[in-house]
Protein backbone atom coordinates (compact mmCIF):
# COMPACT_ATOMS: atom_id res chain seq x y z
CA UNK A 1 0.00 0.00 0.00
CA UNK A 2 3.06 2.33 0.61
CA UNK A 3 4.66 1.43 -2.30
CA UNK A 4 1.52 1.94 -4.73
CA UNK A 5 1.08 5.36 -2.57
CA UNK A 6 4.72 6.26 -3.91
CA UNK A 7 4.15 5.73 -7.29
CA UNK A 8 0.90 7.61 -7.28
CA UNK A 9 2.69 10.46 -5.64
CA UNK A 10 5.59 10.26 -8.48
CA UNK A 11 3.09 9.98 -11.07
CA UNK A 12 1.19 12.58 -10.26
CA UNK A 13 4.16 15.29 -9.44
CA UNK A 14 5.83 14.62 -12.94
CA UNK A 15 2.17 14.68 -14.85
CA UNK A 16 2.20 18.22 -13.26
CA UNK A 17 5.76 19.14 -14.44
CA UNK A 18 5.02 17.77 -17.70
CA UNK A 19 1.85 19.77 -18.31
CA UNK A 20 3.82 22.73 -18.57
CA UNK A 21 6.33 21.72 -21.37
CA UNK A 22 6.64 23.25 -24.63
CA UNK A 23 7.54 20.97 -27.56
CA UNK A 24 8.49 21.82 -30.91
CA UNK A 25 8.69 19.01 -33.34
CA UNK A 26 11.70 18.81 -36.70
CA UNK A 27 10.03 16.46 -38.92
CA UNK A 28 7.15 14.63 -39.43
CA UNK A 29 5.38 12.06 -37.12
CA UNK A 30 5.12 9.09 -39.40
CA UNK A 31 1.50 7.94 -38.91
CA UNK A 32 0.81 4.69 -36.97
CA UNK A 33 1.05 1.74 -37.09
CA UNK A 34 4.73 2.50 -36.31
CA UNK A 35 7.49 1.54 -33.66
CA UNK A 36 8.57 5.06 -31.82
CA UNK A 37 12.49 4.55 -30.68
CA UNK A 38 14.36 7.08 -28.57
CA UNK A 39 17.10 6.71 -25.72
CA UNK A 40 16.32 5.94 -22.25
CA UNK A 41 17.92 8.84 -20.64
CA UNK A 42 16.04 11.65 -21.89
CA UNK A 43 12.19 9.65 -22.45
CA UNK A 44 9.75 11.84 -20.34
CA UNK A 45 9.17 14.00 -23.32
CA UNK A 46 8.38 11.43 -25.85
CA UNK A 47 6.05 9.28 -23.90
CA UNK A 48 4.41 12.68 -22.49
CA UNK A 49 4.34 13.87 -26.14
CA UNK A 50 2.65 11.02 -27.49
CA UNK A 51 0.48 10.39 -24.59
CA UNK A 52 -2.78 11.50 -26.86
CA UNK A 53 -2.59 8.78 -29.16
CA UNK A 54 -3.46 5.95 -26.98
CA UNK A 55 0.03 3.89 -27.73
CA UNK A 56 1.67 1.23 -26.15
CA UNK A 57 5.06 1.14 -24.05
CA UNK A 58 7.26 -1.24 -23.47
CA UNK A 59 8.70 -1.17 -19.93
CA UNK A 60 11.00 -3.15 -17.81
CA UNK A 61 10.02 -5.09 -15.04
CA UNK A 62 12.30 -3.89 -12.76
CA UNK A 63 11.13 -1.14 -9.61
CA UNK A 64 11.69 1.67 -11.56
CA UNK A 65 10.14 0.43 -14.04
CA UNK A 66 6.71 -0.41 -12.15
CA UNK A 67 7.14 3.58 -11.29
CA UNK A 68 6.79 4.41 -15.26
CA UNK A 69 4.29 1.84 -15.62
CA UNK A 70 2.07 3.45 -13.29
CA UNK A 71 2.59 6.58 -14.53
CA UNK A 72 2.27 5.77 -18.22
CA UNK A 73 -0.91 4.19 -17.51
CA UNK A 74 -2.47 7.37 -15.50
CA UNK A 75 -1.29 8.83 -19.48
CA UNK A 76 -3.12 6.12 -21.44
CA UNK A 77 -0.90 3.57 -22.29
CA UNK A 78 -1.35 0.00 -22.57
CA UNK A 79 1.95 -1.29 -20.95
CA UNK A 80 3.71 -4.18 -21.98
CA UNK A 81 6.27 -5.72 -19.45
CA UNK A 82 9.71 -7.29 -20.22
CA UNK A 83 13.12 -6.79 -21.51
CA UNK A 84 15.81 -8.33 -23.57
CA UNK A 85 17.18 -10.06 -20.03
CA UNK A 86 13.63 -10.82 -18.98
CA UNK A 87 11.00 -12.79 -21.04
CA UNK A 88 12.58 -11.82 -24.28
CA UNK A 89 10.98 -14.33 -26.46
CA UNK A 90 7.37 -13.43 -24.78
CA UNK A 91 7.60 -9.26 -24.93
CA UNK A 92 8.43 -9.57 -28.20
CA UNK A 93 5.48 -11.17 -29.50
CA UNK A 94 3.54 -8.79 -27.32
CA UNK A 95 5.50 -6.18 -29.32
CA UNK A 96 5.07 -7.65 -32.78
CA UNK A 97 1.45 -7.39 -32.11
CA UNK A 98 1.04 -4.52 -30.51
CA UNK A 99 2.96 -2.36 -33.34
CA UNK A 100 0.53 -3.18 -36.10
CA UNK A 101 -2.40 -1.69 -34.07
CA UNK A 102 -1.12 1.53 -33.24
CA UNK A 103 2.25 3.12 -32.08
CA UNK A 104 4.55 1.26 -29.82
CA UNK A 105 7.38 2.69 -28.05
CA UNK A 106 10.39 1.51 -26.96
CA UNK A 107 14.08 2.71 -25.39
CA UNK A 108 16.37 0.53 -27.41
CA UNK A 109 18.70 1.11 -24.82
CA UNK A 110 16.93 0.21 -21.46
CA UNK A 111 16.30 -0.99 -19.07
CA UNK A 112 20.39 -1.38 -17.91
CA UNK A 113 21.92 0.06 -20.93
CA UNK A 114 24.86 0.06 -22.05
CA UNK A 115 24.01 4.20 -23.13
CA UNK A 116 23.08 5.21 -26.39
CA UNK A 117 23.82 1.16 -27.39
CA UNK A 118 20.76 0.35 -29.94
CA UNK A 119 19.59 -3.45 -28.63
CA UNK A 120 17.97 -5.48 -31.77
CA UNK A 121 14.49 -5.84 -30.04
CA UNK A 122 13.04 -2.30 -31.73
CA UNK A 123 14.36 -3.36 -34.97
CA UNK A 124 13.56 -6.78 -35.01
CA UNK A 125 9.38 -5.98 -34.06
CA UNK A 126 9.50 -3.31 -37.09
CA UNK A 127 10.81 -6.02 -39.41
CA UNK A 128 7.97 -9.16 -38.20
CA UNK A 129 5.37 -6.84 -37.92
CA UNK A 130 6.12 -4.78 -41.09
CA UNK A 131 5.70 -1.39 -39.87
CA UNK A 132 8.18 1.27 -40.21
CA UNK A 133 10.60 2.37 -37.54
CA UNK A 134 11.08 6.23 -36.41
CA UNK A 135 13.35 7.55 -34.25
CA UNK A 136 12.97 9.93 -31.96
CA UNK A 137 15.75 12.50 -30.74
CA UNK A 138 15.05 14.66 -27.74
CA UNK A 139 16.74 18.23 -26.70
CA UNK A 140 15.81 19.85 -23.70
CA UNK A 141 16.32 23.43 -23.27
CA UNK A 142 16.40 23.36 -19.31
CA UNK A 143 16.86 20.29 -17.35
CA UNK A 144 18.25 18.25 -14.52
CA UNK A 145 20.81 15.65 -15.03
CA UNK A 146 20.99 12.47 -12.96
CA UNK A 147 24.50 12.09 -13.49
CA UNK A 148 25.18 9.14 -11.57
CA UNK A 149 22.39 6.80 -13.10
CA UNK A 150 23.68 4.61 -15.74
CA UNK A 151 21.30 6.48 -18.63
CA UNK A 152 22.47 9.90 -17.37
CA UNK A 153 18.26 10.63 -17.11
CA UNK A 154 17.58 14.35 -17.47
CA UNK A 155 14.22 15.36 -16.28
CA UNK A 156 13.12 18.68 -17.90
CA UNK A 157 12.21 21.52 -15.83
CA UNK A 158 9.00 23.34 -15.53
CA UNK A 159 7.86 25.67 -18.49
CA UNK A 160 11.03 24.46 -20.50
CA UNK A 161 11.03 24.33 -24.48
CA UNK A 162 11.74 20.70 -25.83
CA UNK A 163 12.63 19.71 -29.39
CA UNK A 164 12.12 16.29 -31.00
CA UNK A 165 13.74 15.85 -33.53
CA UNK A 166 12.02 12.79 -35.94
CA UNK A 167 14.12 10.96 -38.22
CA UNK A 168 12.64 9.59 -41.43
CA UNK A 169 10.44 6.16 -41.27
CA UNK A 170 12.88 3.45 -41.54
CA UNK A 171 11.52 0.79 -43.42
CA UNK A 172 12.96 -2.85 -43.20
CA UNK A 173 12.47 -5.16 -46.29
CA UNK A 174 10.21 -8.32 -45.51
CA UNK A 175 13.32 -10.23 -47.25
CA UNK A 176 16.06 -8.72 -45.13
CA UNK A 177 18.84 -10.73 -44.28
CA UNK A 178 20.13 -11.13 -40.85
CA UNK A 179 23.50 -9.04 -41.82
CA UNK A 180 21.01 -6.06 -43.49
CA UNK A 181 18.96 -6.38 -39.97
CA UNK A 182 22.48 -5.52 -38.01
CA UNK A 183 23.24 -3.07 -40.39
CA UNK A 184 20.21 -1.42 -39.82
CA UNK A 185 20.95 -1.58 -36.09
CA UNK A 186 24.51 0.06 -36.49
CA UNK A 187 22.58 2.58 -38.92
CA UNK A 188 19.97 3.14 -36.56
CA UNK A 189 22.24 3.93 -33.62
CA UNK A 190 23.81 6.17 -35.80
CA UNK A 191 21.03 8.31 -36.69
CA UNK A 192 19.51 8.49 -33.29
CA UNK A 193 22.70 9.71 -31.79
CA UNK A 194 22.72 12.35 -34.34
CA UNK A 195 19.14 13.35 -33.48
CA UNK A 196 19.69 13.50 -29.82
CA UNK A 197 23.14 15.66 -30.22
CA UNK A 198 25.05 12.82 -28.29
CA UNK A 199 28.65 12.82 -29.66
Not at 53 to 69: C, E, F, H, M, R
Not at 145 to 158: G, H, V
Amino acid sequence: MALEFKYRLASRLISIIASTWKFSITGVKTPKPAIIAFWHGSMLPVWKYFANDKPNAVVSQSKDGAILTHLLQSWGYNVLRGSSSKNSKEVLTDMQNSAKNGYLLITPDGPRGPIYGFKPGAIIAAHRAEVPLQLCGVNIDRKHCFEKSWDKFLLPLPFTRINLCLSEPIIIPKEATREEISEQILKSENVLNQLSGVD
